[in-house]
């Protein structure tokens, strides 16, 4: 498994790189579809080309930037392929401005501008069209224009975000990083702030935030693309003085990965990220937090506007830290570019699901690459110490409905899983649970129904009914884009149309 991806890994991320220098040259509606046809993989391209780099102690970095816009003329290569991407430059040039203003970087700002003003992404009705309206609002701020361009920004961030301040991505990734990107806004042009603010539910949005996050990072829920505006590892004064402000910081496993100033912002004191329950309809995830654990259960709309481009058929999917260590995960995606469609399916989540004769029933059919169906109904409730997610899944034969309950107190969580059947009886149909463990994780059958998982110092203690077929195997995992591990999971199984398991925190 890992020799496997290890070479699918070289071919698409490493043998990427190298097509992409060889082509720099070649008129970038081509390189894409090259990439596209050889399955290699764009997305780590495009980061190596956001600039980061201006932000670090480095000197020369004028000479460094007419260097790198001397070999990347626009609409050659693959870094004028996606207009999004100029806006990722466009921030990373105006952070090394703030920082020193003797670096000279107007002329490539408005080059940049001017390139996603030529190739507005309005086909996208995502994120990328919202980035591309970002960088000509900045552009726009700093060096005047004349555009609707903060008009346009204003439409499209009231348009996706949903009611309760979740992004309609349908992924934590992406909200995050569409939140980071209005409050960097924020941050550097103070005098947007009412506006920007008045057009999402911004308090929602962040304590969203803070219910998936997690000690190395965030929960991953849809498409784990790892993008950030600024890269706030890097060591720079500038950056320092930001990060000593009030922020809402996610880190992965070495260091700072993301610093939010809010210090601005109004209402928000009164975020606690403790001893809380959060249910977020909208997006289709509950998040209850203690002093000893955090557990998520996601029953996921489907985003962007029923395109679901970055959604996963992880319905019922759950993930668990325990004393600040994940123990339940969901295993993310490992380059968009390998098996992308398979990791998004129902099997690949620490999700509840059916099965006929052994094949899994997808509670979505995916239609193409970027899309899912939109027939399963879905919902999320609350009542007092339980919580309730389900959806029914059309079949060719009669509605299935998946139910689970989740009964939660300070040391244990009980759950129970539920098949039922409009009418009749279907042979050949199994309920089955599937529970993704991090990495650090070490799972053992301690008897028949009981697993204990390990991690450093924790234990956790999963029990199961005695109809239940427990078996433990081995499985790719995916934090961070363009990272994976190995990792045990469990796989449970039974004839039942019902059975009930416990998490017990020891």
């Known amino acids: 498994m890992e020799f496997r991806l290890n070479i699918l890994k070289v071919y698409s991320f490493y043998f990427g790189f190298i097509v992409s220098i060889l082509l720099r040259f070649a008129p970038s509606r081509y390189v894409l579809s090259l990439f596209k046809r050889m399955n290699l993989d764009a997305r780590s391209v495009w980061e190596y080309e956001r600039l980061n780099f201006l ?11 007419s260097l790198y816009y001397f070999f990347s003329p626009v609409g050659k290569g693959l870094t004028w392929s996606c207009s999004m991407e100029s806006t990722y430059r ?19 700002i408005i ?16 994120n990328h069209i919202l980035f591309n309206y970002i960088g000509l609002v900045i552009s726009d701020e700093l060096y005047g224009g004349g555009g609707n361009y903060h008009r346009l920004l204003y439409s499209e961030i009231k348009k996706q975000f949903n009611n309760d301040g979740t992004n309609f991505e349908a992924s934590t990734s992406y909200h995050v990083l569409v939140v980071e990107s209005i409050l960097w806004l924020i941050y550097f042009f103070p005098h947007l702030k009412n506006e920007l603010l008045k057009q999402f539910n911004y308090t929602g949005a962040i304590r969203f935030i803070l219910s998936v996050k997690t000690e190395f990072g965030i929960y991953n829920v849809g498409d784990n693309d790892g993008s950030v505006c600024i890269n706030t590892q890097i060591d720079n004064p500038f950056l320092s003085t930001i990060k000593s402000k009030r922020t809402v910081q996610l880190y992965n496993i070495n260091h700072i990965i993301r610093a939010f100033d809010i210090d601005d912002i109004d209402d928000i004191d009164d975020i606690d990220d403790i001893d809380d329950i959060d249910v977020f309809n909208d997006f289709g995830l509950v998040s209850i937090r203690n002093e000893n654990y955090k557990l998520l259960l996601f029953n996921t709309n489907i985003g962007q506007a029923g395109k679901g481009g970055h959604n996963h058929n992880d319905l019922l999917s759950l993930c668990l830290s325990y004393n600040g260590r994940e123990f339940i995960i969901d295993p993310g995606v490992f380059l968009y570019s390998v098996d992308r469609d398979k990791q998004r399916s129902i099997t690949k989540h620490s999700s509840l699901f059916a099965c006929l004769n052994g094949e899994a029933l997808e509670p979505e059919l995916f239609l193409n690459r970027f899309g899912v169906s939109n027939q399963t109904k879905k919902r999320v409730l609350r009542r007092n110490q ?22 939660y107190s300070l040391n244990e969580i009980v759950i129970t899983d539920s098949l039922l059947i409009e009418r009749g009886f279907i042979s050949g149909l199994q309920l089955r649970s599937n529970l993704f463990f991090s990495d650090t994780v070490v799972a053992k059958k301690i ?17 199961f009914d005695s109809s239940c077929t427990i078996e433990i195997s081995y499985s790719s995992i995916s934090s961070d884009y363009n990272k994976f591990a190995t990792s045990q999971f469990l796989n449970v199984s039974t004839n039942e149309r019902e059975f009930k398991w416990s998490i017990k925190l020891i």
């Open 55 to 65: 932000l670090s102690k480095r000197k020369c970095k004028m000479l460094f930037v």
């Open 386 to 407: 339980d919580i309730e997610a389900s959806y029914s899944l059309p079949t060719s034969f009669d509605d299935l409905t998946l139910c689970r309950t989740i009964n």
């Open 447 to 463: 008897s028949n129904n009981e697993v204990l998982l390990c991690n450093g110092i924790e234990r956790v203690l999963l029990i």
């Open 111 to 126: 080059k940049e501008a001017n390139f996603i003003k030529n190739n507005l992404e309005l086909h996208s009705n995502n």
């Open 90 to 108: 466009i921030y990373n040039l105006l952070f090394a401005n703030y920082i020193n203003t003797n670096f000279r970087v107007e002329k490539y």
